[in-house]
């Protein structure tokens, strides 16, 4: 019986071929709880040498000196896990939990509907990803085999990335813009 109740709890989401299993919905509370807190999402501008123009991207992450919780958001949602840089010796350790692109969507598409003050951020990010694979999948419809956006397309997905910078209030605004 236990066992069947294990099941019951059990809630899985694919991402391609990988899956991810939580194993109760209190997992979820707890970790939407936790990301209204701490968590980040950002729609990241990325510039790289290689390929023309800058890309757009979707970014979430969970910053704390509280190693384990950093680790049990890796765990649930695997990504990157790394020591935060200390700026002063005194300051405890801090780490970082980031996912990006394809995680970023299924972290929030899991969480969504447990977060209070992200949420509009998170639909907002949500929308962003739903049209950057519209785009995406339209260019390879076209037999476009590179990856850089027409102005139009970089402008829609600019102005999604504007709406989210303004939820966060002038000085957020300024550190994302100053970089």
Request: charged residues 35%; proline residues 1%; hydrophobic residues 35%.
């Amino acid at each position: 019986m236990a066992k069947d109740k294990a099941k019951a709890n059990l809630m899985e989401g694919t991402e391609g071929k990988k899956t991810i299993k939580v194993t109760s919905t209190n997992n979820l509370y707890y970790l939407a709880g936790f990301f209204d807190g701490e968590g980040t999402i950002l729609i990241t501008r990325k510039t790289n040498e290689s390929s023309r123009g800058a890309r757009l991207y979707l970014s979430v992450s969970v910053t704390n000196t509280n190693k384990k919780v950093i680790e049990d958001f890796n765990g649930l949602f695997p990504g990157y896990l790394g020591k935060v840089l200390k700026k002063k010796d005194y300051f405890l350790q801090a780490w970082v939990w980031t996912v990006s692109a394809e995680k970023a969507e299924m972290f929030l598409l899991k969480i969504k509907k447990y977060l209070r003050q992200k949420k509009d951020e998170a639909e907002i990010a949500l929308e962003f990803r739903y049209l950057q694979k519209k785009l995406n999948k339209k260019r390879k419809s076209k037999g476009r085999r590179d990856r850089a956006y027409t102005s139009d397309e970089i402008h829609q997905l600019r102005l999604i990335r504007e709406r989210l910078l303004k939820m966060r209030g002038p000085a957020w605004n300024r550190r994302i813009y100053d970089k």
